[in-house]
């Protein structure tokens, strides 16, 4: 049964802790990666109602620092589904609550794969795009998702 972005959207919202810090005060970019792999892997197993494991990350820039004491929140959407695969796009921003200043700090999209009872790849639904910007994520998503197959097999046929 097909499902719409809307009905996988999640969003998370987090007080950064002094435990997740560097000496700076910033939190560690690897606590921020670990919470997107959280959200994104939610909003696809939303989707195909199965579990999922990571098997891309496009590039993650951090334009802004996080502190400690801010709220992070990270929303995560399909951007595009495959047979399996399912991209989705997350973006993070924070707050400083005292302030209410809000910071858009980055964004990234991840890729996963739905995973049948035997840990084994299986189709992951249909996704019905009801947006104009839906349609537009889709076909942005489409290159990007060619690019890595592109790349993929480019990989193996240097280690072949």
Same mark, same amino acid.
């Given at each position: 049964? @097909?499902?719409?972005?809307?009905? @996988?959207?999640?969003?998370?919202?987090?007080?950064?802790?002094p435990? &997740?810090?560097? #000496?700076?005060?910033n939190?560690?970019?690897?606590? *921020?990666?670990?919470?997107?792999?959280?959200? +994104?892997?939610s909003?696809? #197993?939303?989707?195909?109602q199965?579990?999922?494991?990571?098997?891309?990350?496009?590039?993650v820039?951090?334009?802004?620092? *996080?502190? %400690?004491? &801010? $709220?992070v929140?990270?929303?995560?959407?399909?951007?595009?589904?495959? !047979?399996? @695969? *399912? &991209?989705? /796009?997350? &973006?993070?921003? @924070?707050?400083? $609550? $005292?302030?209410?200043?809000?910071t858009?700090?980055?964004?990234?999209?991840?890729?996963y %794969?739905?995973?049948?009872?035997? +840990?084994?790849?299986t189709?992951? +639904?249909?996704?019905?795009?009801e947006?104009?910007?839906?349609? !537009?994520q889709?076909s942005a998503?489409?290159?990007?998702q060619?690019y890595?197959l592109?790349? /993929?097999?480019?990989?193996?046929?240097?280690?072949?």
């Open positions: 049964m @097909s499902k719409t972005v809307s009905a @996988s959207r999640i969003t998370l919202s987090l007080l950064m802790p435990a &997740e810090a560097n #000496m700076l005060g939190v560690h970019g690897g606590y *921020i990666m670990r919470l997107m792999d959280e959200a +994104g892997a909003a696809a #197993m939303r989707h195909a199965r579990p999922v494991v990571t098997v891309a990350v496009d590039q820039l951090f334009r802004q620092p *996080i502190h %400690v004491g &801010e $709220l929140t990270l929303n995560a959407e399909l951007t595009y589904v495959g !047979r399996t @695969s *399912i &991209e989705t /796009r997350i &973006e993070v921003t @924070s707050q400083d $609550l $005292l302030t209410g200043a809000t858009h700090t980055n964004t990234a999209y991840f890729v %794969v739905a995973l049948d009872e035997h +840990g084994k790849p189709p992951a +639904g249909p996704l019905t795009l947006t104009d910007e839906e349609r !537009r889709w998503a489409k290159e990007r060619a890595r592109a790349q /993929r097999q480019k990989n193996e046929g240097q280690h072949a």
